[in-house]
């Protein structure tokens, strides 16, 4: 007979993951790092016991909220390039539903999340438990069935013997560069402390080798045929081209047949920002110089993206009708968009195979000082950008439509002359040349995947497929335990840090040196913009006391500085690009964590550039403003592709 070992649920699990391991291209690393968590009851005294007993290498960190650790988790995961993990566990109820934007951010990121949220009973016998959802129409519905369409895998363990097959389903999924995402295992409450004699076997080390398959040889050629038919075409490097680690192949790719690219906000950073071709982002954020190109381009080679509306700018950026899509995917599911001709394999392999049929047929696009005239066109905006500064009462910033309280009463109220371009080119100076950046919701991320540059692959953190705040202050963390030798910066709005900050004592917990720069502009100033230019008035965007109907009256202040300093940060706050840089300076003698509470002027925020996004705006409206934008909006909408 089989030897077998008697422990409960909750230790098994402990010690079937501290057995895990990656191989890629021959390099085996330990797939889980350990775990964050918030303990409650649900929890506590189940898996609670278990890491308490006998951890074995997994390390235990606390988190303060339970959406912030798994945003950790996800950060962690993502700039280790997924091939490693921290796995998070709540109790049951709230905390578990705490954690659903965060898978939901996993699965559309496709970045391997690992949750174990507590469940009520199994038994039912003390039903209902604290926290439980009771839900007339079915005793078997609880809270942690909402992460079912959120997770690439969902189980519920109801008997002891099935935490095996679920873990290696888990484990399935986690390390399948195509299909990864979040994956839920429900714990009973019950079950998380009952004891079962599982097989040895289980618990032996297991290396979970990520491949690297190759496409097709029909696809290859339907690809290479697509492509040498085409004079000017344009790649765009995705996320995948970062997590394939394909980024110097994407450069001699384009080197060699002549190919600008472009990138998307999960790709930037694969490529050097200083290669030849690369044209920064593309898109609704996108430089001017990616998006002209872009526009008359008449091949697309879309590589491991997945041609969101913020890359393809609402499908309206590729609105030539004789355009051909190329993909190249290691999903089957995104390399089938806008019926694109398409290989599926891995990026770098793939690009390799390509590439000999693009030889064989002495393929060279039809360029000739274009891009190196589109980048130095872009040069030039650059540099207008990073020297934008106030000038009195006479300034006027990019985005001209806003409240014209807004800018003097921010000016009184908090002394502030930064300009957000101004400030995002002051950090890039400062900050070491292979320092890493990080960004997620609101204007932020526009201005950066626009303005931001690194030689230092992985240097560009952004999560944006599913553009969650609150995702920024809990990513440092995660970063900066993926790469603890380089320093960390996250970009956050005010708005943003508001919604969920409270992962800083973790990060002072686990004495980690991070830098926070909060841009302080009193409000949500890209969802701002976008009513505004719609036609629509300022609406519950900016912080304002309320006037009673609607939130109208003065602006409201929030002193930051004191916000870090509270938590034991070194904290500074910054009303002009001179403080601001010798408050980065002095930031690199710390060794603890820094807060930098920035005083931006709102509406200094980069615009346009030659991009449209496709918005639900009201077709029937009794402002003449509002059915302006939505004649505009209607022909944009016929000049995209329509699928």
Same mark, same amino acid.
């Given at each position: 007979?089989?030897?077998?070992?008697?422990?409960?649920?909750?230790?098994?699990?402990?010690?079937?993951?501290?057995? *895990? $391991?990656?191989?890629?291209?021959?390099?085996?690393?330990?797939?889980?790092?350990?775990?964050?968590?918030?303990?409650?009851?649900?929890?506590?005294?189940?898996?609670?016991?278990?890491?308490?007993?006998?951890?074995?290498?997994?390390?235990?960190?606390?988190?303060?909220?339970?959406?912030?650790?798994?945003?950790?988790?996800?950060?962690?995961?993502? *700039?280790?390039?997924?091939?490693?993990?921290?796995?998070?566990?709540?109790?049951?109820?709230?905390?578990?539903?705490?954690?659903?934007?965060?898978?939901?951010?996993?699965?559309?990121?496709?970045?391997?999340?690992?949750?174990?949220?507590?469940?009520?009973?199994?038994?039912?016998? =003390?039903?209902?438990?604290?926290?439980?959802?009771?839900?007339?129409?079915?005793?078997?519905?609880?809270?942690?069935?909402?992460?079912?369409?959120?997770?690439?895998?969902?189980?519920?363990?109801?008997?002891?013997?099935?935490?095996?097959?679920?873990?290696? *389903?888990?484990?399935?999924?986690?390390?399948?560069?195509?299909?990864?995402?979040?994956?839920?295992?429900?714990?009973?409450?019950?079950?998380?402390?009952?004891?079962?004699?599982?097989? !040895?076997?289980?618990?032996?080390?297991?290396?979970?080798?990520?491949?690297?398959?190759?496409?097709?040889?029909?696809?290859?050629?339907?690809?290479?045929?697509?492509?040498?038919?085409?004079?000017? =075409?344009?790649?765009?490097?995705?996320?995948?081209?970062?997590?394939?680690?394909?980024?110097?192949?994407?450069?001699?790719?384009?080197?060699?047949?002549?190919? &600008?690219?472009?990138?998307?906000?999960?790709?930037?950073?694969?490529?050097?920002?200083?290669?030849?071709?690369?044209?920064?982002?593309?898109?609704?954020?996108?430089?001017?110089?990616?998006?002209?190109?872009?526009?008359?381009?008449?091949?697309?080679?879309?590589?491991?993206?997945?041609?969101?509306?913020?890359?393809?700018?609402?499908?309206?950026?590729?609105?030539?009708?004789?355009?051909?899509?190329?993909?190249?995917?290691?999903?089957?599911?995104?390399?089938?968009?806008?019926?694109?001709?398409?290989?599926?394999?891995?990026?770098?392999?793939?690009?390799?195979?390509?590439?000999?049929?693009?030889?064989?047929?002495?393929?060279?696009?039809?360029?000739? @000082?274009?891009?190196?005239?589109?980048? !130095?066109?872009?040069?030039?905006?650059?540099?207008?950008?990073? !020297?934008?500064?106030? @000038?009195?009462?006479?300034?006027?910033?990019?985005?001209?439509?806003?409240?014209?309280?807004?800018? &003097?009463?921010?000016?009184?109220?908090?002394?502030? *002359?930064?300009?957000?371009?101004?400030?995002?080119?002051?950090?890039?100076?400062?900050?070491?040349?292979?320092?890493?950046?990080?960004?997620?919701?609101?204007?932020?991320?526009?201005?950066?995947?626009?303005?931001?540059?690194?030689?230092?692959?992985?240097?560009?953190?952004?999560?944006?497929?599913?553009?969650?705040?609150? $995702?920024?202050?809990?990513?440092?963390?995660?970063?900066?335990?993926?790469?603890?030798?380089?320093?960390?910066?996250?970009?956050?709005?005010?708005?943003?840090?508001?919604?969920?900050?409270?992962?800083?004592?973790?990060?002072?917990?686990?004495?980690?040196?991070?830098?926070?720069?909060?841009?302080?502009?009193?409000?949500?100033?890209?969802?701002?913009?976008?009513?505004?230019?719609?036609?629509?008035?300022?609406?519950?965007?900016?912080?304002?006391?309320?006037?009673?109907?609607?939130?109208?009256?003065?602006?409201?202040?929030?002193?930051?500085?004191?916000?870090?300093?509270?938590?034991?940060?070194?904290?500074?706050?910054?009303?002009?690009?001179?403080?601001?840089?010798?408050?980065?300076?002095?930031?690199?003698?710390?060794?603890?964590?820094?807060?930098?509470?920035?005083?931006?002027? &709102?509406?200094?925020?980069?615009?346009? $550039?030659?991009?449209?996004?496709?918005?639900?705006?009201?077709?029937?409206?009794?402002?003449?403003?509002?059915?302006?934008?939505?004649?505009?909006?209607?022909?944009?909408?016929?000049?995209?592709?329509?699928?």
């Amino acid at each position: 007979m089989d030897k077998t070992i008697r422990m409960t649920v909750a230790q098994a699990i402990v010690k079937f993951l501290d057995q *895990q $391991y990656i191989l890629m291209d021959g390099a085996e690393n330990k797939f889980v790092e350990g775990f964050f968590t918030i303990f409650g009851h649900g929890i506590a005294v189940g898996l609670g016991e278990a890491l308490d007993s006998d951890p074995g290498s997994l390390r235990v960190m606390q988190g303060r909220n339970e959406q912030g650790m798994c945003h950790a988790a996800i950060a962690f995961a993502k *700039q280790s390039n997924r091939k490693r993990i921290i796995a998070c566990t709540s109790s049951i109820g709230p905390g578990a539903a705490n954690m659903l934007p965060a898978c939901a951010t996993a699965t559309v990121n496709n970045i391997p999340l690992l949750v174990f949220p507590a469940d009520s009973f199994a038994s039912r016998r =003390p039903d209902p438990v604290l926290q439980q959802l009771e839900q007339p129409s079915s005793l078997a519905l609880t809270t942690n069935d909402a992460f079912r369409p959120l997770c690439r895998y969902w189980d519920r363990i109801t008997r002891p013997e099935m935490i095996m097959t679920a873990l290696i *389903q888990a484990m399935r999924v986690l390390t399948d560069p195509a299909d990864t995402g979040a994956c839920a295992i429900s714990l009973c409450q019950d079950v998380e402390g009952e004891a079962y004699d599982f097989p !040895e076997y289980f618990f032996r080390k297991r290396v979970h080798r990520i491949t690297r398959p190759v496409a097709a040889e029909e696809e290859l050629t339907d690809i290479a045929e697509a492509i040498s038919a085409s004079k000017r =075409p344009i790649l765009i490097v995705g996320g995948g081209v970062k997590y394939s680690e394909a980024g110097e192949t994407v450069e001699n790719f384009c080197r060699e047949f002549g190919i &600008p690219f472009g990138e998307t906000q999960a790709g930037k950073s694969a490529c050097r920002s200083s290669d030849e071709n690369c044209l920064g982002g593309i898109g609704v954020t996108g430089t001017l110089s990616a998006n002209r190109i872009a526009a008359e381009a008449d091949c697309v080679i879309a590589v491991g993206s997945r041609l969101s509306d913020f890359t393809t700018a609402s499908k309206w950026l590729f609105g030539r009708r004789d355009i051909r899509i190329v993909t190249i995917n290691n999903s089957r599911f995104h390399a089938c968009k806008m019926d694109a001709v398409k290989a599926v394999g891995d990026a770098k392999r793939t690009l390799l195979s390509l590439s000999e049929r693009l030889r064989e047929r002495g393929y060279h696009s039809s360029y000739t @000082t274009e891009i190196r005239e589109a980048k !130095e066109e872009w040069s030039r905006e650059m540099e207008r950008l990073s !020297e934008i500064h106030y @000038t009195g009462s006479d300034f006027e910033p990019m985005i001209r439509e806003r409240d014209p309280r807004t800018i &003097p009463e921010f000016l009184e109220k908090t002394g502030g *002359q930064i300009t957000q371009t101004a400030a995002i080119a002051a950090l890039r100076k400062c900050m070491p040349e292979d320092g890493i950046v990080i960004t997620a919701g609101g204007s932020l991320p526009s201005c950066m995947q626009r303005m931001w540059t690194t030689d230092k692959r992985g240097a560009y953190h952004a999560e944006y497929g599913y553009s969650c705040m609150g $995702y920024e202050v809990a990513a440092t963390l995660g970063v900066k335990m993926a790469e603890p030798d380089c320093e960390v910066y996250c970009v956050v709005g005010d708005g943003s840090f508001q919604m969920l900050h409270s992962e800083i004592m973790t990060i002072q917990q686990e004495k980690r040196k991070v830098n926070i720069l909060i841009f302080d502009n009193c409000g949500f100033g890209c969802i701002n913009n976008l009513e505004m230019t719609r036609g629509i008035g300022s609406l519950a965007t900016e912080f304002r006391y309320s006037g009673g109907r609607k939130p109208d009256g003065e602006l409201i202040l929030v002193d930051y500085k004191k916000i870090g300093e509270g938590y034991g940060l070194k904290s500074y706050c910054c009303r002009t690009i001179p403080e601001l840089t010798a408050a980065l300076e002095d930031a690199k003698k710390e060794s603890g964590s820094c807060l930098f509470d920035l005083k931006v002027l &709102p509406k200094t925020m980069t615009d346009g $550039y030659e991009a449209w996004w496709d918005t639900g705006l009201a077709e029937v409206s009794e402002k003449e403003s509002v059915r302006k934008a939505y004649r505009e909006l209607s022909r944009c909408r016929e000049e995209a592709r329509k699928y």
